[in-house]
């Protein structure tokens, strides 16, 4: 299938996936603090300030075998994480950039570069509804909308709508 590049606005910028490192947990927690950022994505933790329940979280996503874990780099900079893990026997994508890196095409071009490296299909995925940035992403990559779910978001305080997206090529 034929993707559509990613509008890079700095051509300048160096757009990569690496391991996770360990200092690089420390940057994902300091995202995690953004509040605009935790509102877009719909997801926060119950107290998304307390250290333990973040390290107890990404412990359990790196130890576990059937994930795949990437840190986006951009220029040698920790700009986000990208994951996929095991719902059941569906694999699922998950990815969180600092808001810095919005609308540059950074999230876009980190997506791509995954979905090269995992190919297991299907692979679902599931965003806020008013999500656009993460809307435009899938549905260019071909994910297709496979129904809707109510979730209570910490984030929001409130139950929100999500949708479920599938890629099956």
Known sequence: MSR?????KEPSMEITLRDVQAED?????????????AHMAGFAPTNPR????F???????????????????VDGQAAGSIAVFRD???HEVMFWTDKQFWGNG???????????????????ARVVTD???????????GFTEIGEEQVFSNAR?????????????
């Open 4 to 8: 559509p590049q990613a509008d890079v």
């Open 25 to 37: 947990l420390d940057q994902f927690f300091a995202f995690q603090q953004d509040a605009d950022a």
């Open 50 to 53: 307390d250290r333990s329940i």
């Open 55 to 73: 390290d107890h979280h990404w412990g359990e996503l790196l130890n576990d075998k059937r994930s795949l874990v990437r840190t986006i780099d």
């Open 88 to 90: 059941g026997d569906i």
């Open 106 to 124: 950074v999230t876009t071009t980190a997506f791509d570069q995954f979905l090269e490296e995992f190919t297991e299909r299907p692979l679902r």
């Open 131 to 141: 999500n656009v940035g993460t809307l435009k992403i899938l549905e260019s990559r």
């Open 157 to 169: 305080a409130q139950v929100i709508t999500e949708k479920l997206f599938e890629l099956t090529r």
